[in-house]
């Protein structure tokens, strides 16, 4: 029996700017996913997970349904794809990082299956090369055209410090969070799905039409004025660039921040992920950051009526 483990992830700030080339500061929830597996002589996978109906399936036959076998599906077919010799297995998955919440949960599973799957057959992966698996077995089974953020940080990230990583170049620089600072993290209770929401497609459609029209090969490379020359063509392609440019300036003063210890400066609140549900994410004072985030929930319960879940601190 092989046993692995991914973390979840939250990013700091950064938002739709892993596709774009940009910055991107995610860290790791102390929530895991944990994966036990183990091979058999046969190609048969079947694949057990808490709460959701089993799988099974036969390697080489892999293909999209619709479901969270997907993210299982995908990850055997891609190694398969890059020539990692595998056999059938029986696995079992138990997630303490919660689906919908917008923690990434799905790249938490398929870093996790893969570090299994690494151990069990003897794969040479390392953790960097196995995200870009994680990622492609996202982007061409479950069909999310996401970045590659998720991956990369569950499975390079680590609690009490935040990955800085330069998507142009893929240079990840590991930045302290000091221990007097804290993360809340509440779930929104409105599910938080990439692969259903086209609107997470779309956003990224639009920023490479844009790209496309400044002649620049990604909005890495765009700048304020281009914000300006884009808003008589579309104010909706406008908007994209302008928060890609000036995102990628607040990763910057964010970092530049935390590492001066000015933490007057790098407090907040926002969205956490893509947007479109999930989770809330908020800086704050690490003795206060229980009760903090127990108020907003309350606040939050009282204002809408929904019930918001505090799954950091833990
Ligand atoms: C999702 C994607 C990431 C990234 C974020 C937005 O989490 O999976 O690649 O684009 O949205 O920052």
Redesign the pocket.
């Given at each position: 029996m092989y046993r692995a483990d991914a973390p979840g992830r939250v990013?700091l700030i950064?938002?739709?700017?892993?596709?774009n080339e940009g910055l991107?500061l995610p860290t790791a929830t102390p929530q895991r996913t944990v994966v036990e597996l183990s091979p058999r002589e046969d190609r048969v996978v079947r694949v057990e997970s808490e709460g959701y109906m089993p799988i099974a399936y036969r390697l080489g036959e892999e293909r999209h349904c619709g479901d969270w076998g997907d993210y299982v599906r995908g990850v055997t077919w891609v190694l398969a794809k890059a020539g990692h010799p595998i056999r059938g297995f029986d696995a079992g998955i138990a997630s303490r990082v919660p689906p919908g919440a917008?923690l990434?949960s799905s790249?938490a599973l398929e870093v996790a299956l893969l570090r299994a799957l690494r151990d069990a057959f003897s794969l040479t992966l390392d953790d960097m090369a196995l995200a870009y698996a994680a990622h492609k077995a996202?982007r061409d089974v479950v069909g999310?055209r996401?970045?590659?953020?998720?991956q990369l940080a569950a499975a390079l990230a680590r609690t009490g410090e935040a990955l800085l990583i330069d998507m142009r170049k893929t240079k990840i620089e590991r930045v302290p969070i000091p221990a007097d600072v804290d993360i809340a993290v509440i779930d929104s209770g409105i599910a938080h799905d990439?692969a259903k929401q086209g609107a997470?497609n779309e956003r990224?459609a639009q920023c490479e039409e844009a790209a496309r029209r400044l002649g620049v090969a990604s909005l890495r490379d765009a700048t304020l004025s281009d914000v300006e020359r884009l808003v008589p063509q579309s104010a909706t392609l406008a908007r994209r660039v302008r928060h890609v440019v000036t995102e990628n300036e607040r990763v910057r003063a964010f970092v530049a921040a935390l590492q001066a210890d000015d933490h007057a400066r790098c407090y907040g609140a926002r969205l956490v992920?893509?947007?479109f549900g999930g989770s809330v994410l908020a800086l704050v004072d690490a003795d206060r950051a229980a009760d903090a985030a127990r108020a907003a929930a309350e606040r939050y319960r009282s204002r809408t009526g929904r019930t918001g879940r505090v799954l950091m601190p833990v």
């Open positions: 990013n950064g938002e739709h700017t892993d596709y991107v917008g990434s790249a996202e999310a996401v970045g590659t953020m998720d990439n997470y990224r992920g893509a947007g």
